[in-house]
């Protein structure tokens, strides 16, 4: 088995403030990806990455980045936080194809 | 754009109840449709997906797939306190840059004691 680990839990930020969250997973994926979960709006993809170095764009890039220096990991930076993007950042992993895709445990963004 | 809608919104039942969740789509070409549980402050843990029109039984859970109604439907037998949680369909689009999944809002069910 494995484990997907997203750091921090809890983030809090400024208006405006640029952030970065981490994920790193020891499953040996090739795909990882970045979705955001708002309360009634179900989970909405942001970035995916199907191999080290590649970034595909999901259908809520826009006000993101996203970084894969290494296979094992995959970080999002909120490029300007806007009080209207508090929501929880799930990060998944997936060996490719259609397989499943596994879920870290999120991190909580409130912008102050 | 794939899109996905479950039903109902929310769901209460005694313990021991089955349980029927349903979920329709847009995209006749889309592949492999994907249930996820999810429990309050955890990720999502995949329970069961389909692919090929008809059913498919794992253990209490029998999902059903029809592609020509766009519809396809979870169902929980014998259903326990500890499946309260939020359920959520995903479809799955794949291509040449790699697997999507679309996701509904879910159902959030509650089994009462």
């Known amino acids: 088995g494995g484990i997907i680990t997203q750091t921090p839990k809890f983030l809090i930020g400024q208006e405006g403030q640029k952030l970065t969250l981490k994920c790193q997973q020891n499953?040996?994926?090739?795909?990882m990806y970045w979705y955001r979960q708002d309360s009634g709006k179900g989970l909405r993809l942001i970035y995916y990455?199907?191999?080290?170095?590649?970034?595909q764009k999901g259908d809520l890039s826009e006000g993101y980045d996203a970084s894969r220096e290494k296979k094992s990991s995959f970080s999002l930076t909120v490029t300007s936080a806007q009080k209207n993007e508090m929501a929880v950042f799930l990060c998944?992993?997936?060996?490719?194809?259609?397989?499943?895709?596994?879920f870290g445990p999120g991190t909580r963004l409130t912008v102050l | 754009q794939e899109k996905v809608q479950q039903s109902p919104e929310s769901l209460i039942v005694p313990e021991g109840a089955m349980v029927s969740l349903n979920c329709s789509f847009s995209?006749?070409?889309?592949?492999s449709i994907w249930w996820y549980q999810q429990h309050p402050g955890k990720g999502p843990k995949a329970l069961i997906?389909?692919?090929?029109?008809g059913n498919k039984k794992e253990g209490r859970l029998t999902v059903y797939l029809n592609r020509a109604s766009l519809h396809v439907s979870l169902h929980i037998k014998d259903s326990q306190p500890s499946d309260s949680a939020v359920y959520l369909c995903?479809?799955?689009?794949?291509?040449?840059?790699?697997?999507?999944?679309?996701f509904g809002i879910g159902t959030l069910l509650s089994v009462k004691p």
């Open positions: 997906s389909i692919f090929s029109n």
């Open positions: 990455s199907i191999t080290e170095n590649d970034l």
């Open positions: 995903a479809v799955s689009t794949y291509g040449s840059s790699g697997n999507k999944l679309i």
């Open positions: 499953f040996n994926h090739d795909t």
């Open positions: 995209d006749s070409a889309s592949q």
């Open positions: 998944a992993s997936s060996p490719g194809g259609e397989a499943e895709q596994f």
